[in-house]
């Protein structure tokens, strides 16, 4: 912890800190005695009746605060909004896309990230390997969960040499140990073709599913190849004969561990069907989207969701051009889409343009990878009618920057259309097409998604 403590950068207003008479500016020390390393002990050890909390004002005065908050949030923000610095990741995994990032890119786009924390607070898949035990006895003492593991093999020896780190086979007894203590769990696995495919996958999925019930899924997604690869291990993308295999593979062991357990626990991404040609599965298969963000299931819930939007809404006599611009992987599903709403709304035109991943390589389909650069370029000529739709996943999360810097605002201008921002629900998309929603007419209830590389 540092030495002058925790910083408040906020206070909110009629909160339990407001009364306290702290402001922005005031350090917090202890609680009840203990040093703060970081926000899940400030978390946990405000979560009693009562408590003394140690604070040191911007005058060097130090309050000692006897505080009855009954579980409640005590309304403070910290600067630092993880209470400590971010854990790099220690490994040089052969898969890693940040290592096919060209130079010359913003500074935090090169930043890997291996930090358990933010995986309960954003979701991220950590790999285990810079967790000491003070770490996972942590995780078991405040019952943080769930932890998302980035596991790719059970293997240990591949392990290492996928993660290229010689402890990385090790770190696989953290599993084991979080399932003790009955830690919920979710996994991952990147899947390289002629490395952990074919029977390592078996062994993989074979070895997760004794971790049932407390590993609650398993995600397959294919690996991502950039043309930015020289000197790095030798990957190819996966094929559509690769696709088909992995499918069977992973339905072969759903229909086992639903008759056994009730779930299908191992699920792979929906780029996985498009490769293969094949119907995406049902949606009961998905077990509740528990793998949405990692493009599991995303394809039949946004088809689900617009279906449901369309049938609230009764026809209009409205008429209006619009386009949408997206990644190869989608754009077949958003034709679809952008044909039902043009059959409910005829006075409805929508043009849905393919954008290639020139930036990054062909290879590359998803929406989330696209850049500004390639929009303006491949769509410069095209008729784009009075708005251009874009999804969210293509912007900086919270933020209207693509990867490449460009902004909206650049695209906009290049262009000569006003650009609209679509989040990634089918109520956002009917509603992005028909126009902004009027008071008092339908409004949607749109599934928000953190940030992702995958639409």
């Known amino acids: ?130 967790m000491s035990e003070k770490d996972i006895n942590r995780i078991i003492e405040f019952k943080l969960a769930p932890i998302n593991i980035s596991v790719h093999t059970t293997n240990p020896v591949l392990r290492c040499k996928m993660l290229h780190n010689r402890f990385a086979g090790e770190a696989l007894s953290k599993i084991k140990q979080l399932y003790d203590a009955e830690i919920p769990m979710n996994g991952q696995i990147v899947l390289c073709k002629g490395v952990n495919d074919g029977e390592e996958l078996e062994r993989t999925i074979k070895d997760l599913s004794e971790y049932l019930p407390h590993m609650k899924s398993v995600s397959i997604v294919p690996v991502g190849v950039s043309k930015f690869r020289d000197g790095l291990y030798p990957l190819e993308p996966l094929n559509s004969h690769d696709a088909s295999k992995v499918i069977d593979t992973v339905e072969k062991w759903q229909k086992k561990l639903f008759k056994a357990h009730g779930s299908h626990f191992i699920h792979v991404s929906d780029e996985f069907y498009i490769l293969a040609g094949r119907s995406m599965p049902e949606e009961e298969r998905y077990d509740g989207y528990v793998q949405l963000e990692n493009g599991v299931g995303m394809t039949r819930l946004l088809e689900e969701e617009v279906t449901e939007a369309l049938n609230k809404l009764e026809q209009d006599n409205m008429e209006e051009e619009v386009a949408i611009a997206t990644g190869k992987l989608a754009a077949p599903y958003i034709e679809d889409h952008a044909k039902k709403i043009m059959e409910k709304f005829p006075g409805r035109k929508v043009h849905v343009y393919t954008i290639t991943n020139v930036f990054f390589g062909e290879q590359i389909t998803v929406a989330g990878l696209i850049t500004g650069q390639d929009l303006i370029s491949q769509l410069k000529d095209k008729n784009l009618g009075s708005r251009l739709l874009l999804p969210e996943c293509m912007f900086r999360s919270g933020e209207e920057v693509f990867l490449d810097d460009l902004t909206r605002t650049d695209v906009q201008k290049a262009l000569q259309v006003q650009v609209d921002i679509v989040k990634s629900s089918g109520q956002d998309l009917v509603q992005a097409v028909l126009g902004p929603v009027k008071e008092n007419e339908a409004s949607y209830d749109g599934y928000e998604l953190k940030e992702i590389l995958y639409e």
């Not at 008479?21 to 978390?43: N, R, T």
């Not at 006897?66 to 923000?77: A, M, S, V």
């Not at 209470?83 to 940040?98: G, L, Q």
Request: charge should be negative; aromatic fraction near 10%; include cysteine.
């Open 1 to 130: 912890m540092s030495k002058r403590g925790h910083i408040i950068k906020k206070v909110d207003p009629d909160s339990i800190a407001d009364q306290l008479e702290l402001v922005p500016g005031d350090a917090v020390i202890s609680i009840d005695g203990k040093e703060l390393e970081d926000i899940f002990d400030y978390e946990y050890y405000i979560n009693n009746e009562s408590i003394l909390m140690v604070v040191r004002k911007e005058n060097g005065e130090e309050w000692e605060l006897e505080i009855e908050n009954q579980y409640e949030d005590l309304g403070i923000t910290f600067e630092n909004g993880l209470m400590s610095e971010y854990r790099t990741c220690r490994n040089n995994c052969i898969f890693c896309f940040i290592d096919q990032m060209p130079p010359g890119m913003r500074e935090t786009l090169y930043f890997k990230d291996d930090d358990s924390r933010l995986s309960f607070l954003q979701g991220n898949y950590v790999t285990l390997t810079n």
